[in-house]
T-cell receptor, first 109, second 112 residues
Framework: GEDVEQSLFLSVREGDSSVINCTYTDSSSTYLYWYKQEPGAGLQLLTYIFSNMDMKQDQRLTVLLNKKDKHLSLRIADTQTGDSAIYFCAEIGGNQFYFGTGTSLTVIP | DVKVTQSSRYLVKRTGEKVFLECVQDMDHENMFWYRQDPGLGLRLIYFSYDVKMKEKGDIPEGYSVSREKKERFSLILESASTNQTSMYLC???????????FGPGTRLLVL
């Protein structure tokens, strides 16, 4: 399978920006995704970016894609306690989704 | 809104028991997936189905089987549960294989 890598943990203070990073392996991925998993819940689609884009902004969320380095990042501006969750990046390889290990974001009040 | 439901949020079973995990989606999606989620390992694909009565092995199918008799329902079966199958099981569905996947709330299974 593909290797999609993320840091396991990130802590930020409320009001600061959070940046969650992801590296992927399949350069032919057409879409790359960010999912959010709140405690005790399933995964919820947060945002996605098409592979021919460098950046996508959606309210407090900014996704940056560096295709050359196969690097994807999710920036959350003005991080709130409700943003505490596990964030998964995912790529499509062939006909299958590959998920990263997930980054557990803790927001400190 | 897409809704994916799973039959149980929590299950406790004994080693050797046969376990059924049920998943139902209401959006007429062709594709359905079963993953397991373990700390530090992310999501790993067990099986997926792209049509009724069709199934494909994912990355870790050993010890599991699936059934898709109706389009909206995808069942994961542990023929003889073992302690190393203690995990969170997540079901997902999508319209196309490479389209956005929508997830259920998960079933946390403990095998004693």
């Amino acid at each position: 399978g593909e290797d999609v890598e993320q840091s396991l943990f990130l802590s930020v203070r409320e009001g600061d920006s959070s940046v969650i990073n992801c590296t992927y392996t399949d350069s032919s991925s057409t879409y790359l995704y960010w999912y959010k998993q709140e405690p005790g819940a399933g995964l919820q689609l947060l945002t996605y970016i098409f592979s021919n884009m460098d950046m996508k902004q959606d309210q407090r969320l900014t996704v940056l894609l560096n295709k050359k380095d196969k690097h994807l990042s999710l920036r959350i501006a003005d991080t709130q306690t409700g943003d505490s969750a596990i964030y998964f990046c995912a790529e499509i390889g062939g006909n299958q989704f590959y998920f990263g290990t997930g980054t557990s974001l803790t927001v400190i009040p | 809104d897409v809704k994916v439901t799973q039959s149980s949020r929590y299950l406790v079973k004994r080693t050797g028991e046969k376990v059924f995990l049920e998943c139902v989606q209401d959006m007429d999606h062709e594709n359905m997936f079963w993953y397991r989620q373990d700390p530090g390992l992310g999501l790993r694909l067990i099986y997926f189905s792209y049509d009724v009565k069709m199934k494909e092995k994912g990355d870790i199918p050993e010890g599991y089987s699936v059934s898709r008799e109706k389009k909206e329902r995808f069942s994961l079966i542990l023929e003889s549960a073992s302690t190393n199958q203690t995990s969170m099981y997540l079901c997902a569905s999508s319209h196309g294989t490479t389209e956005t996947q929508y997830f259920g709330p998960g079933t946390r299974l403990l095998v004693l």
